[in-house]
Protein backbone atom coordinates (compact mmCIF):
# COMPACT_ATOMS: atom_id res chain seq x y z
CA UNK A 1 0.00 0.00 0.00
CA UNK A 2 1.47 3.23 -1.00
CA UNK A 3 1.27 6.23 1.99
CA UNK A 4 2.70 7.87 4.61
CA UNK A 5 3.96 6.74 7.89
CA UNK A 6 4.71 8.52 11.15
CA UNK A 7 5.78 6.96 13.80
CA UNK A 8 5.41 6.88 16.76
CA UNK A 9 1.88 7.91 17.26
CA UNK A 10 2.26 9.35 20.95
CA UNK A 11 5.85 10.87 22.23
CA UNK A 12 6.74 12.37 25.97
CA UNK A 13 9.55 13.92 26.63
CA UNK A 14 11.66 16.40 28.83
CA UNK A 15 11.58 19.66 28.91
CA UNK A 16 15.55 20.94 27.18
CA UNK A 17 15.80 17.45 25.30
CA UNK A 18 15.56 16.91 21.84
CA UNK A 19 13.56 14.44 19.86
CA UNK A 20 13.34 13.60 16.23
CA UNK A 21 9.99 12.40 14.94
CA UNK A 22 10.07 10.36 11.86
CA UNK A 23 8.35 10.81 8.38
CA UNK A 24 8.46 7.99 5.50
CA UNK A 25 6.78 8.27 2.15
CA UNK A 26 6.41 5.59 -0.69
CA UNK A 27 4.15 7.80 -3.28
CA UNK A 28 7.21 8.88 -4.89
CA UNK A 29 6.24 12.24 -4.48
CA UNK A 30 8.87 14.99 -4.60
CA UNK A 31 7.73 16.94 -2.24
CA UNK A 32 7.31 17.06 1.69
CA UNK A 33 5.98 18.68 4.45
CA UNK A 34 5.51 19.12 7.99
CA UNK A 35 2.57 21.06 9.94
CA UNK A 36 1.83 21.55 13.41
CA UNK A 37 -1.96 21.88 14.37
CA UNK A 38 -2.93 23.05 18.47
CA UNK A 39 -6.46 23.59 19.76
CA UNK A 40 -8.48 26.52 18.21
CA UNK A 41 -5.70 26.75 15.60
CA UNK A 42 -4.89 25.66 11.59
CA UNK A 43 -2.11 23.55 10.72
CA UNK A 44 0.54 25.75 10.61
CA UNK A 45 3.55 25.09 8.03
CA UNK A 46 7.23 24.37 10.16
CA UNK A 47 9.20 23.28 6.69
CA UNK A 48 9.18 22.04 3.66
CA UNK A 49 11.08 20.21 0.77
CA UNK A 50 10.65 20.28 -2.62
CA UNK A 51 13.19 18.04 -3.49
CA UNK A 52 15.96 15.82 -2.08
CA UNK A 53 18.88 17.97 0.05
CA UNK A 54 16.82 20.96 -0.27
CA UNK A 55 14.93 22.29 2.05
CA UNK A 56 12.61 26.01 3.15
CA UNK A 57 11.49 27.14 6.47
CA UNK A 58 7.56 27.56 6.69
CA UNK A 59 5.96 30.32 8.72
CA UNK A 60 7.17 28.78 11.89
CA UNK A 61 10.14 27.50 11.88
CA UNK A 62 12.29 28.53 14.98
CA UNK A 63 13.25 25.55 17.36
CA UNK A 64 12.80 23.12 14.50
CA UNK A 65 15.00 21.49 11.82
CA UNK A 66 15.07 19.24 9.41
CA UNK A 67 16.77 16.56 6.59
CA UNK A 68 16.14 15.48 3.23
CA UNK A 69 19.01 13.35 2.48
CA UNK A 70 16.24 10.52 1.03
CA UNK A 71 13.28 11.46 -1.22
CA UNK A 72 11.41 9.01 0.77
CA UNK A 73 11.94 10.28 4.58
CA UNK A 74 11.93 14.16 5.91
CA UNK A 75 12.33 13.61 9.65
CA UNK A 76 12.07 16.67 11.65
CA UNK A 77 13.68 17.33 15.09
CA UNK A 78 12.34 19.18 17.66
CA UNK A 79 15.26 21.22 19.59
CA UNK A 80 15.14 23.05 23.44
CA UNK A 81 15.09 26.17 21.58
CA UNK A 82 11.35 25.32 20.62
CA UNK A 83 9.25 27.08 23.21
CA UNK A 84 5.99 25.61 23.60
CA UNK A 85 6.59 21.97 21.37
CA UNK A 86 3.50 20.07 22.72
CA UNK A 87 1.35 19.48 20.11
CA UNK A 88 -0.09 17.01 16.95
CA UNK A 89 2.90 16.99 14.28
CA UNK A 90 1.13 15.96 10.62
CA UNK A 91 3.87 15.57 7.69
CA UNK A 92 2.64 15.66 4.21
CA UNK A 93 3.34 15.09 0.69
CA UNK A 94 2.35 15.98 -2.63
CA UNK A 95 3.69 15.74 -5.81
CA UNK A 96 4.41 19.45 -5.98
CA UNK A 97 1.96 20.62 -8.50
CA UNK A 98 -1.11 22.23 -7.26
CA UNK A 99 -2.45 18.97 -6.25
CA UNK A 100 -3.98 17.72 -2.87
CA UNK A 101 -1.51 16.93 -0.28
CA UNK A 102 -1.24 12.96 1.24
CA UNK A 103 -0.77 13.25 5.34
CA UNK A 104 0.44 11.07 7.77
CA UNK A 105 -1.49 9.75 10.77
CA UNK A 106 0.37 12.25 12.96
CA UNK A 107 2.75 12.21 15.85
CA UNK A 108 1.25 14.05 19.43
CA UNK A 109 3.99 14.84 20.84
CA UNK A 110 3.68 15.69 24.97
CA UNK A 111 6.93 17.87 26.53
CA UNK A 112 6.91 18.07 30.29
CA UNK B 1 -4.38 41.36 8.03
CA UNK B 2 -4.40 38.30 5.81
CA UNK B 3 -7.20 35.71 7.54
CA UNK B 4 -9.00 32.33 6.40
CA UNK B 5 -12.15 31.98 8.80
CA UNK B 6 -14.46 29.05 9.38
CA UNK B 7 -16.83 28.33 11.65
CA UNK B 8 -15.28 27.67 15.19
CA UNK B 9 -19.13 25.89 16.36
CA UNK B 10 -20.07 22.79 15.64
CA UNK B 11 -22.35 22.04 13.09
CA UNK B 12 -25.51 19.98 14.21
CA UNK B 13 -27.43 18.63 11.90
CA UNK B 14 -29.72 15.27 11.46
CA UNK B 15 -29.57 12.56 9.54
CA UNK B 16 -30.77 13.00 5.61
CA UNK B 17 -30.19 16.89 5.51
CA UNK B 18 -28.04 19.04 3.54
CA UNK B 19 -24.57 19.93 5.93
CA UNK B 20 -23.40 23.76 4.61
CA UNK B 21 -19.76 24.71 5.60
CA UNK B 22 -18.32 28.37 4.73
CA UNK B 23 -14.96 28.74 4.21
CA UNK B 24 -14.53 33.07 4.44
CA UNK B 25 -10.70 34.16 3.50
CA UNK B 26 -9.12 38.18 3.45
CA UNK B 27 -5.88 38.97 1.75
CA UNK B 28 -5.60 36.37 -0.30
CA UNK B 29 -5.64 35.67 -3.84
CA UNK B 30 -5.59 31.54 -3.93
CA UNK B 31 -4.76 29.79 -7.00
CA UNK B 32 -6.91 26.98 -5.93
CA UNK B 33 -9.30 25.99 -3.08
CA UNK B 34 -9.21 22.31 -1.06
CA UNK B 35 -10.94 21.08 1.70
CA UNK B 36 -10.27 17.94 3.70
CA UNK B 37 -12.02 15.76 6.03
CA UNK B 38 -10.09 15.20 9.54
CA UNK B 39 -11.23 12.30 12.15
CA UNK B 40 -9.98 13.35 15.66
CA UNK B 41 -6.69 11.70 16.23
CA UNK B 42 -5.82 11.48 12.86
CA UNK B 43 -4.29 13.28 9.84
CA UNK B 44 -6.58 15.32 7.57
CA UNK B 45 -7.74 13.29 4.07
CA UNK B 46 -8.20 14.90 0.72
CA UNK B 47 -12.15 15.59 -0.40
CA UNK B 48 -12.21 18.30 -3.32
CA UNK B 49 -10.46 20.83 -5.36
CA UNK B 50 -11.96 23.71 -6.92
CA UNK B 51 -9.88 26.08 -8.94
CA UNK B 52 -9.85 29.90 -9.15
CA UNK B 53 -11.71 29.81 -12.53
CA UNK B 54 -14.51 26.98 -11.57
CA UNK B 55 -17.42 28.08 -9.68
CA UNK B 56 -18.67 24.57 -8.66
CA UNK B 57 -17.34 21.36 -8.17
CA UNK B 58 -19.19 17.65 -7.30
CA UNK B 59 -17.95 14.54 -5.96
CA UNK B 60 -20.90 11.73 -5.00
CA UNK B 61 -22.64 13.75 -2.48
CA UNK B 62 -19.90 16.58 -1.91
CA UNK B 63 -20.24 19.94 -3.61
CA UNK B 64 -17.52 22.79 -3.28
CA UNK B 65 -18.64 26.59 -4.65
CA UNK B 66 -16.04 29.08 -5.18
CA UNK B 67 -16.50 32.95 -5.25
CA UNK B 68 -13.66 34.55 -5.76
CA UNK B 69 -15.38 37.94 -5.98
CA UNK B 70 -16.91 37.36 -2.56
CA UNK B 71 -13.66 35.39 -1.11
CA UNK B 72 -15.92 32.51 -0.05
CA UNK B 73 -16.13 28.99 -0.34
CA UNK B 74 -19.22 26.67 0.30
CA UNK B 75 -18.71 22.96 1.22
CA UNK B 76 -21.96 20.84 1.05
CA UNK B 77 -22.75 17.45 2.11
CA UNK B 78 -26.78 15.88 0.61
CA UNK B 79 -28.26 13.12 2.68
CA UNK B 80 -25.72 13.78 5.19
CA UNK B 81 -24.83 10.30 7.63
CA UNK B 82 -23.52 9.96 10.83
CA UNK B 83 -20.19 8.34 9.20
CA UNK B 84 -19.79 12.23 7.78
CA UNK B 85 -19.19 13.55 11.48
CA UNK B 86 -15.63 14.87 10.95
CA UNK B 87 -14.04 18.39 11.27
CA UNK B 88 -13.60 19.68 8.07
CA UNK B 89 -10.54 22.08 6.73
CA UNK B 90 -10.56 24.44 4.25
CA UNK B 91 -7.22 25.26 2.40
CA UNK B 92 -6.23 28.13 0.60
CA UNK B 93 -3.83 26.50 -2.67
CA UNK B 94 -1.12 29.49 -2.69
CA UNK B 95 1.22 29.62 -5.99
CA UNK B 96 4.48 31.12 -4.19
CA UNK B 97 7.27 28.83 -6.19
CA UNK B 98 6.26 26.02 -4.26
CA UNK B 99 2.83 24.72 -3.10
CA UNK B 100 1.86 26.36 0.13
CA UNK B 101 -1.75 25.67 1.50
CA UNK B 102 -2.68 28.04 4.58
CA UNK B 103 -5.30 26.11 6.80
CA UNK B 104 -8.70 27.34 8.42
CA UNK B 105 -9.02 26.70 11.92
CA UNK B 106 -12.08 23.59 10.82
CA UNK B 107 -16.02 23.14 11.41
CA UNK B 108 -16.98 20.21 13.14
CA UNK B 109 -19.81 18.45 11.80
CA UNK B 110 -22.01 16.19 13.65
CA UNK B 111 -24.56 14.27 12.20
CA UNK B 112 -27.48 12.80 14.58
CA UNK B 113 -29.45 9.61 13.40
Known amino acids: DGGITQSPKYLFRKEGQNVTLSCEQN?????MYWYRQDPGQGLRLIYYSQIVNDFQKGDIAEGYSVSREKKESFPLTVTSAQKNPTAFYLC???????????FGPGTRLTVT | SQKIEQNSEALNIQEGKTATLTCNYT??????LQWYRQDPGRGPVFLLLIRENEKEKRKERLKVTFDTTLKQSLFHITASQPADSATYLC????????????FGTGTRLLVSP
Open chain 1, 92 to 102: ASSTGRLDEQY
Open chain 2, 27 to 32: NYSPAY
Open chain 1, 27 to 31: LNHDA
Open chain 2, 91 to 102: ALVLNTGFQKLV
